[in-house]
């Protein structure tokens, strides 16, 4: 079992940049893959960033691509999203999600662990 806990959500402006967190309980990061997800009203969750368990192998969405940044603190059993240049199609609640295969997934069905989500929201 893996518990999930995010933070770091909050209302900024068009621009500005936000990290979010998700600590992990019950098992250390690093033994699972993990993904950040974000949801908004009426859609389904989109995989926006990911990380292997296998070498830490990174992927993003094309959308967030060159902007966000997933990364891991084995210290602190946390995963980060550093989300800077920040757009108003940036608003959703994001949530930290993940699975015990070596490999990530854009999938949200792939992922059996998930956090209980943080929300963003970008202003114009």
């Known amino acids: 079992q893996v518990q999930l806990v995010e933070s770091g959500g909050g209302l900024v402006r068009a621009g500005d940049s936000l990290r979010l967190s998700c600590e992990a309980s019950?098992?250390?990061?690093?033994?699972?893959?993990m993904a950040w997800f974000r949801q908004t009203p009426g859609e389904e969750r989109e995989s926006v960033a990911r990380?292997?368990?296998?070498?830490?192998?990174?992927a993003y969405a094309d959308s967030v691509k060159g902007r966000f940044t997933i990364s891991r603190d084995n210290t602190k059993n946390t995963v980060y999203l550093q989300m800077d240049s920040l757009k108003p199609e940036d608003t959703a609640v994001y949530y930290c999600?993940?699975?015990?295969?070596?490999?990530?997934?854009?999938?949200?069905?792939?992922?059996?662990?998930w956090g209980q989500g943080t929300q963003v929201t970008v202003s114009s």
């Open positions: 019950g098992r250390t990061a690093s033994t699972v893959s």
């Open positions: 999600a993940a699975r015990d295969d070596p490999l990530s997934s854009t999938s949200s069905t792939a992922y059996a662990y």
């Open positions: 990380m292997s368990r296998a070498r830490g192998v990174t």
